[in-house]
């Protein structure tokens, strides 16, 4: 997979842009706040639908613009496509097309364009809260499969109306007359997300402890635990089963979940548990070894879409590098030699040896 060409109107800092790429490294270089990270995000809308600094579409908008235009090229199972998005600055909806034709939602986009994001914040997701690995998970996932990204937008509506009723019980007692329902398909997606993430994990596990021990000198072993609601017994048992176990746990929570006024039972909370030779890394697990990890995880995203798809995603890395200490830029800089390559970053330095670079300066391409 690969984009050939970007044109942005009116989104965030860019009036007007345009540039073709390198089918490898594109380096995008430039001081603060000039829109280096923009443009990944311009990237990441267009391959997924949503940006990941912001929720609010009206943000991306150029300031005083009234629309925002993202257009790209993609080449993708050898096949050549352009994908394009205009977003408005009301009420109107956004408009999305594919090579020239409508479509009416985003999942007629899935697969044309896949993207895995790096940025600084996921150096320490393993040292963080279980917020932010369940995202890993469900970012990789809603793009691998259509109906997992059904299954998680569902579960999320229906949690937000359980909790709404839970909360709302004593004004309106009559809305516990809806919980039984809530329950019966909040088991059921629950158990679709539960087995898709736990078998997803048990991949990532396997690539990811390969990425981690060649970085660590074949010393440290990688492994990956999938956390769910304590009655489910094997999260990567077939759905149907663990679908009756979130019913038992339901069912011995009912009381509590009243009481309490909060929704307690059920996958929202899950979590991972990544350990080097069996020690948890979130208590023991140095700075060096959580950012290797990190990065072990994501060459394994990526490793996983292409045995899925068959096609290499687009690598986008955001400022990661600086981060890094030189050995560990050098390990990630090997491993990510194929497929197409975005990497922002403030100083000029070896990287621009290689493939091409973009000047970028407040919106704009430097000449
Ligand atoms: P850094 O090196 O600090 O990460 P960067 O080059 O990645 O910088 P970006 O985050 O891409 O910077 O761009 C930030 C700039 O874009 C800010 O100056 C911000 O004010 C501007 N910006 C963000 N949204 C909009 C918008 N909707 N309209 C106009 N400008 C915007
Ligand atoms: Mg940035």
Redesign the pocket.
């Known amino acids: 997979m690969r984009i050939i060409s970007l044109s942005l109107n009116g989104f965030?800092?860019y009036e007007s842009f345009r540039c073709e790429f390198d089918p490898g490294v594109n380096l995008i270089l430039?001081?603060?706040?000039?829109?280096?990270?923009?443009?990944l995000?311009a990237i990441c809308y267009l391959s997924r639908g949503s940006a990941f600094r912001t929720r609010k579409e009206a943000?991306?908008?150029?300031?005083g613009a009234e629309f925002a235009e993202l257009s790209a090229a993609v080449e993708s199972y050898q096949r050549e496509q352009i994908l394009r998005t205009v977003m408005f600055s009301g009420r109107r909806p956004r408009q999305l097309f594919l090579s020239g034709v409508k479509k009416s939602s985003r999942e007629e986009l899935d697969g044309v364009l896949n993207t895995v994001l790096f940025c600084p914040e996921d150096l320490l997701v393993l040292k963080k809260g279980a917020a932010e690995r369940r995202k890993l998970l469900d970012d990789a996932l809603c793009q691998l499969r259509p109906k997992y990204a059904r299954a998680l937008e569902e579960y999320k509506r229906l949690l937000a109306q359980k909790s709404a009723a839970l909360r709302e019980r004593i004004d309106r007692p009559e809305m516990l007359e809806l919980i039984p329902d809530y329950n019966e398909r909040m088991a059921q997606t629950g158990a679709i997300l539960i087995t898709t993430r736990a078998k997803y994990l048990s991949q990532l596990e396997q690539r990811a402890a390969l990425h981690h021990e060649a970085f660590s000198g074949g010393l440290e072993k990688l492994s990956l635990k999938y956390q769910t609601v304590s009655t489910v017994t094997d999260p990567k048992a077939p759905a149907l089963e663990v679908y009756q176990q979130l019913r038992d746990h339901q069912n011995s929570h009912y009381r509590a979940e009243i009481e309490s006024m909060q929704c307690l039972s059920g996958p929202h909370k899950d979590d991972f548990e990544a350990a080097l030779n069996g020690l948890p890394m979130k208590a023991f697990a140095s700075q060096g070894q959580t950012r290797t990890a990190a990065i072990s995880l994501k060459l394994a995203e990526r490793d996983l879409f292409e045995a899925d798809s068959g096609e290499l995603p687009v690598l986008l890395l955001?400022?990661v590098l600086s981060e890094l200490d030189p050995g560990r830029q050098d390990f990630v800089l090997n491993q990510i030699r194929r497929g197409q390559v975005f990497i922002?970053c403030?100083e000029e330095d070896k990287l621009s040896e290689i493939g091409k670079t973009i000047r970028?300066e407040n919106?704009a391409i430097q000449a």
């Open positions: 965030r800092n430039g001081q603060n706040a000039q829109g280096k990270t923009n443009l995000e943000e991306l908008i150029r300031f955001d400022d922002t403030c970028i919106g």
